[in-house]
Every structure is written in structure tokens, then in C-alpha cells.
Nanobody, 126 residues
Framework: QLHLVESGGGLVQPGGSLRLSCVASGSTLNYWSLGWFRQAPGKEHEGVACIPRSGSGINYSTSVRGRFTISIDDAQNTVYLQMNSLQPEDTGIYYC???????????????????WGQGTQVTVSS
């Protein structure tokens, strides 16, 4: 069983920055990628970014490309999401997810299928 724990969420003003972290433990060899999904109030989950353990072949959603940067420290089993130029529409619960993929325009895995963290709240408001 892979266990994922997120940290780094909070309240930030529009235009501000936050850095999320997620540490994987348990079956640490049993994943090929880590990523971030989010759920805004009243909306479905959406993929944000996904990075393979090798660090190459990164995928971003179009809504965050150019503003968010995902990185991974494979030795520490940790994935990061640097979020810059945050906007109110970025508000939501951000989840760390294992074994993510982007197939065309469809993100994998489905909501809360497989290994997901508990989530960390990000609120962008003035």
C-alpha cells in the first residue's frame, strides 16, 4: 500500500505563490509517476500535473502551464508543485496522486482510484 501525504497549502492573495510537497511511503517502489489533481468547489476533479520518476515526460493541464512547475526528488520519494501567479480559479483541494498519466486530453486515474493523498486546501483570495 502506497501512502501519500501532502503539505504546503494555505491562503494566498491573487498573484502570489505557494509550494506544495508530497511524500510517498509504504510500497515506495510500486509507482512509476507522481502528480497533482485538484477539485474546485462544486466541480469535478481535474488533473494538474504529472511527472514520471525519471523526471522527463512531464504533463501539465492547459490551465496551469507556464505558471506551475512540478518536480520530483526520487531519492526522497517526494514530489513538489511550485505554483506561481495564482488566481482565484486555482482555489481547491489539491491531491497528490500516484501512477498518473495523461492520455490525449484525459487524465488518469479516475477520482480517488488507486493511491491518493488526503488533500491540502489552496485558497486564492484577496
Amino acid at each position: 500500500q502506497l501512502h501519500l501525504v501532502e503539505s504546503g497549502g494555505g491562503l494566498v492573495q491573487p498573484g502570489g505563490s505557494l509550494r506544495l510537497s508530497c511524500v510517498a511511503s509504504g510500497s515506495t517502489l510500486n509507482y512509476w509517476s507522481l502528480g497533482w489533481f485538484r477539485q474546485a468547489p462544486g466541480k469535478e476533479h481535474e488533473g494538474v500535473a504529472c511527472i514520471p520518476r525519471s523526471g522527463s515526460g512531464i504533463n501539465y493541464s492547459t490551465s496551469v502551464r507556464g505558471r506551475f512547475t512540478i518536480s520530483i526528488d526520487d531519492a526522497q520519494n517526494t514530489v513538489y508543485l511550485q505554483m506561481n501567479s495564482l488566481q482565484p480559479e486555482d482555489t481547491g483541494i489539491y491531491y497528490c496522486v500516484a501512477n498518473c498519466e495523461l492520455y490525449g486530453s484525459k487524465w488518469w486515474p479516475p477520482a480517488h482510484s488507486g493511491s491518493w493523498g488526503q488533500g491540502t486546501q489552496v485558497t486564492v483570495s484577496s
